[in-house]
């Protein structure tokens, strides 16, 4: 196969959605269509125990499954398909919005009970940043959910991206009886599920003018759906295939996750829809997939996921043509050549070590500590470094020390290592010893991993005190002068703190006490990330 032909048949995406909305069960039933489980069930039987407060420590705890829960690889209809994880906890991460980085498309699961929740929106938010495709699954079709022209318009007020219905629910008052395909012109029935969900079903089709649809679904239902695709043909989105890669429109897929309705037919659309790898922008100009060089980017870093080894693996993102085993590339972090030996995919349950993988796939790399997150990796005669990642501003924080005293060394690598994952920032309080960090993070989440990730890694108990804090600014003055807190006006409303590299920063409750400070320091610049 040619690089091309390997080029254009990847997609790689993310499911996103609020927590409950069904990713986990679509994401099985992707599995199951594309034969690489056998029976759905097998993922979802670790949500069997649960852990109350999430996924992601209940996936921590049987640590095999967390490398394969990161991204699953599978072949469908002649694609080769990646699926990146991205953790659906109520509490937020910098690894989902970094995972988000690493894709092409995106798959919006909604609830059609719901509608567009919280965490959606958030989510949503960082794929229009990027500006990739985003396609819509709404699920649970097979039970009471809002009227569906009332879902489409949700979705435009809310998010603010058109919808394209591509197929549409059939039935009254919230309950459906199957959809009709806008883009085959034929009726779904859902057929009768004895399985529960757990092998692959054929929903009935009918011709729309087939005298047995009308039998079937009764007059009323007939004609709503009649007066309902009029509708939509005379005064909803034009299909445009343009605007989808622009990330403007959403084709739109009603569905039942898991009943299997409509997922074969949502997967096959979504792989003949969909964008293949894109191009990236670097400050080298526009790279390629079918660039003439090697290039790639770190967007993970996970630790310690056999506890029998202390290992620590970087997620790679392939960007630009062939990787190969043991190949030598350029780490534009530390202007070093490195050999990428042992490099892993995951498909399904299984990791193995493989030989060559294409843009698009992610791979994993045992690290010795070097990678960082958002590191280009190039060949050494094109060397150049992709856009840097965003940084997301720390919302919450609390000071962290060690119970035992003793554990101070072990304290003090546990969260260095977490730092340079980035799953949390750190900082110093000012004049204190080193016994006790002052640690920022996106959502309160991340504490309990730190919790338990010290504890389970490094044996390491805390004493975690949250700060009513949810602001930090990097502080600098005009003149370029250091600044103290005995030279800074009103730093007693906060807390002044020192990042890694020493930057000053201030950590205040609100808005309000911000203003106070920016109006009471004239000379004083304040930014939400470091300068
Ligand atoms: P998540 O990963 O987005 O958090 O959602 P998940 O797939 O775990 O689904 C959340 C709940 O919704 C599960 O029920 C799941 O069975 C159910 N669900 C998913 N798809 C559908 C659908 O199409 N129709 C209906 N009616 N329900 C659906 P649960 O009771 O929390 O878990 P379980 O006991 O079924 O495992």
Redesign the pocket.
Known sequence: MTLNEEISKRRTFAII????????????KLLLYGGAIHLAGSI?SR??QRHAVS?WMEIEKQRGISVTSSVLQFDYAGCRINILDTP?HQDFSEDTYRTLMAVDSAVM?LDAAKGVEAQTKKLFKVCRERRIPIFTFI?????YGKIPLDLLDEVEKVLGIRAYPMNFPIGTDGKYLGVYDRQKNQIELFAEDTSHGQTERISEIFAPDDAEVIKRIGQANFDALQDDLMLLDEAGEKFDIDKINAGDLTPTFF?????N?GVKNFLEEYLRLAPPPAPRLSDDGIIEPADEKFSAFVFKIQANMNPAHRDRLAFIRICSVKFQRNMEVWHAATNKIVKLSQPQQFLAQERQIIEEAFPGDIVGLFDTGIFGIGDTLTDAAHKFKFEAFPIFPPEKFARVQAKDTMKRKQFSKGIEQLTQEGAIQLFYPVGAGTDSYIVGTVGTLQFEVLQYRLKSEYNVDVILTMLPFEVARWLRLEDDKKITPATLRGADRGMFVLDRKENPVLLVENEWSLGWISDNNPNLIMNAVPF
């Open positions: 959605s609020h927590p409950d909305a069904g990713k986990t069960t679509l994401t099985e979802k949500k069997a996924d659906g699961v699920n649970k079709l097979d039970r569905g039942s996750a898991m009943t309705f």
